[in-house]
């Protein structure tokens, strides 16, 4: 009896080890080892497809990715051997990491993507004065790239890994050029234009029955005469929700109007708020009907609203305000209808307030780009607006008085370039097109001979 109780007792001591070798209390652990076919994956701008290899002992594992630009296929993790399938999205910022996290059991092994900056340009059109011009290129993301232009009045030279300087050379062309440059970095292409500006047309044209009684051919001096034309001042929002500040010619040394190549040029750029240009020619005095001409390149860019346009001189605002006053828009576009050019007429009997203005639009090949003529033949009796010749609006005086009429009086000229607004923001506004340069060749008045 006493062996058989010893007996029992030496079973339980010996039930209740979890080691019988060591005698040790701890539970035995199994030791898990993951295994990765990589570890660290650099992947290019253009994203790219990878396949990592998993072998676990643990029986089965899980993952998990640390970014949404990276997809993950996970193929036979429930056993101890399978793959993971990572696909890298394009890149078009920065450079950027990421973490495809392994699991198994308690252990986590980690597989670090890399993606390198996307190669990028500061701009991909630019235009080129017609006397010759140069523009810096920044480049980023990307130190391997060359570039080559389609082109021999174009000259590139690479100045560091980052700028390329661009040359274009006088033009004696009476139309735009285009040059394209390639810009190649490994298996990543960029393009860009290059247009030049046709050169500035010197010769003034007879209009018959008429004389030319003014006009301002922009090609002396770098600045407008102030004995003819005066800049306005206004912030944002002074009218139509526009998003310019109209300055005295220059913010912080960098000027929105500028004579330059035979030509005005009307700047808008942001710089922290955005800035812009309106001038008015001839303000005090104006001119009571006539043939007035215009040759203009327009802007590219979602948010641009060029205008060449006419109001009347010395308008009561307290007692005659807008419309009675009248307005006469010889040409607008808006670059979110890029081409598209437009005339209206304004007044008490017919404004675009309640949907009844005189309008009339057209589109025109290359009106961003290219230079083209605008005008207005205003008599007593009608006014009719062109394009390149061709009428785009006419309208007749009704002789119902100055509801439909208020024409009657002298009106001066305005040229500006607005951003954004109820109309040219009407689809929202692009802020990388910016800087933008509305270009005008001359413009010139006539008035009929005395007979």
């Given at each position: 009896m006493f062996i058989s109780i010893c007996t029992t007792l030496l079973l339980a001591a010996c039930g209740g080890s979890s080691n019988s070798i060591t005698g040790s209390e701890e539970p035995i652990v199994q030791d898990i080892e993951i295994t990765l076919s990589q570890k660290e994956i650099q992947v290019p701008a253009s994203g790219g497809k990878y396949t990592v290899e998993v072998t676990t002992t643990g029986g089965r594992w899980e993952a998990s990715k640390s970014a949404g630009w990276v997809t993950l296929s996970v193929q036979d993790s429930y056993s101890s051997a399978g793959k993971m399938?990572?696909?890298?999205?394009?890149?078009?910022?920065?450079?950027?990491?990421?973490?495809?996290?392994?699991?198994?059991?308690?252990?986590?092994?980690?597989?670090?993507?890399?993606?390198?900056?996307?190669?990028?340009?500061?701009r991909s059109e630019i235009m080129m004065k017609s006397g010759g011009d140069e523009y810096s290129l920044t480049l980023s993301g990307r130190k391997d790239w060359t570039a080559t232009v389609d082109t021999d009045w174009v000259k590139l030279e690479k100045m560091s890994d980052t700028s390329l300087k661009i040359t274009?050379?006088?033009?004696?062309?009476?139309?735009?050029?285009?040059?394209?440059?390639?810009?190649?970095?490994?298996?990543?292409?960029?393009?860009?234009?290059?247009?030049?500006?046709?050169v500035e047309q010197t010769t003034i044209q007879e209009v018959?029955?008429?004389?030319?009684?003014?006009?301002?051919?922009?090609?002396?001096?770098?600045?407008?005469?102030?004995?003819?034309?005066?800049?306005?001042?206004?912030?944002?929002?002074?009218?139509?929700?526009?998003?310019?500040?109209?300055?005295?010619?220059?913010?912080?040394?960098?000027?929105v109007t500028e004579l330059s190549d035979g030509k005005l040029r009307i700047h808008c750029f942001k710089s922290g708020n955005i800035y812009s240009g309106r001038v008015y020619a001839h303000v005090n005095e104006g001119w009571q009907y006539g043939y007035i001409e215009a040759r203009i390149l327009?802007?590219?860019?979602?948010?641009?609203?060029?205008?060449?346009?006419?109001?009347?001189?010395?308008?009561?605002?307290?007692?005659?305000?807008?419309?009675?006053?009248?307005?006469?828009?010889?040409?607008?576009?808006?670059?979110?209808?890029?081409?598209e050019v437009s005339s209206s007429l304004h007044a008490e009997g017919h404004n675009h307030t309640n949907g009844t203005q005189v309008t009339a639009a057209k589109t025109t090949k290359d009106a961003e780009g290219e230079f083209h003529t605008y005008a207005i033949k205003w008599t007593a009796q009608n006014i009719t607006t062109y394009v390149d010749g061709e009428v785009l609006l006419s309208y007749d005086n009704d002789n119902g008085g100055v509801k439909n009429w208020p024409y009657s009086?002298?009106?001066?000229?305005?040229?500006?370039?607005?951003?954004?607004?109820?109309?040219?923001?009407?689809?929202?506004?692009?802020?990388?097109?910016?800087?933008?340069?509305?270009?005008?060749?001359?413009?010139?008045?006539?008035?009929?001979?005395?007979k």
């Amino acid at each position: 009896m006493f062996i058989s109780i010893c007996t029992t007792l030496l079973l339980a001591a010996c039930g209740g080890s979890s080691n019988s070798i060591t005698g040790s209390e701890e539970p035995i652990v199994q030791d898990i080892e993951i295994t990765l076919s990589q570890k660290e994956i650099q992947v290019p701008a253009s994203g790219g497809k990878y396949t990592v290899e998993v072998t676990t002992t643990g029986g089965r594992w899980e993952a998990s990715k640390s970014a949404g630009w990276v997809t993950l296929s996970v193929q036979d993790s429930y056993s101890s051997a399978g793959k993971m399938v990572i696909t890298v999205n394009p890149n078009e910022a920065d450079a950027r990491s990421a973490t495809i996290s392994v699991k198994s059991g308690d252990l986590t092994e980690k597989v670090q993507i890399e993606q390198e900056a996307a190669f990028k340009i500061s701009r991909s059109e630019i235009m080129m004065k017609s006397g010759g011009d140069e523009y810096s290129l920044t480049l980023s993301g990307r130190k391997d790239w060359t570039a080559t232009v389609d082109t021999d009045w174009v000259k590139l030279e690479k100045m560091s890994d980052t700028s390329l300087k661009i040359t274009a050379l006088p033009s004696s062309e009476n139309h735009t050029r285009i040059a394209t440059i390639s810009i190649v970095a490994g298996e990543e292409v960029r393009t860009m234009t290059v247009g030049q500006e046709s050169v500035e047309q010197t010769t003034i044209q007879e209009v018959e029955g008429y004389e030319l009684v003014w006009h301002d051919e922009f090609n002396e001096g770098t600045e407008l005469d102030p004995v003819h034309w005066t800049h306005e001042v206004q912030k944002s929002g002074w009218v139509n929700q526009e998003e310019q500040n109209y300055v005295n010619g220059e913010y912080n040394g960098r000027r929105v109007t500028e004579l330059s190549d035979g030509k005005l040029r009307i700047h808008c750029f942001k710089s922290g708020n955005i800035y812009s240009g309106r001038v008015y020619a001839h303000v005090n005095e104006g001119w009571q009907y006539g043939y007035i001409e215009a040759r203009i390149l327009l802007p590219k860019g979602k948010g641009t609203w060029p205008a060449f346009w006419m109001m009347p001189v010395e308008v009561d605002w307290a007692n005659e305000g807008w419309p009675k006053c009248g307005e006469i828009d010889i040409m607008e576009e808006v670059g979110v209808v890029p081409n598209e050019v437009s005339s209206s007429l304004h007044a008490e009997g017919h404004n675009h307030t309640n949907g009844t203005q005189v309008t009339a639009a057209k589109t025109t090949k290359d009106a961003e780009g290219e230079f083209h003529t605008y005008a207005i033949k205003w008599t007593a009796q009608n006014i009719t607006t062109y394009v390149d010749g061709e009428v785009l609006l006419s309208y007749d005086n009704d002789n119902g008085g100055v509801k439909n009429w208020p024409y009657s009086k002298p009106y001066y000229i305005i040229l500006n370039l607005a951003w954004g607004g109820s109309w040219g923001g009407m689809n929202g506004v692009d802020y990388s097109a910016l800087p933008v340069s509305y270009v005008i060749d001359y413009v010139r008045v006539y008035q009929e001979k005395e007979k």
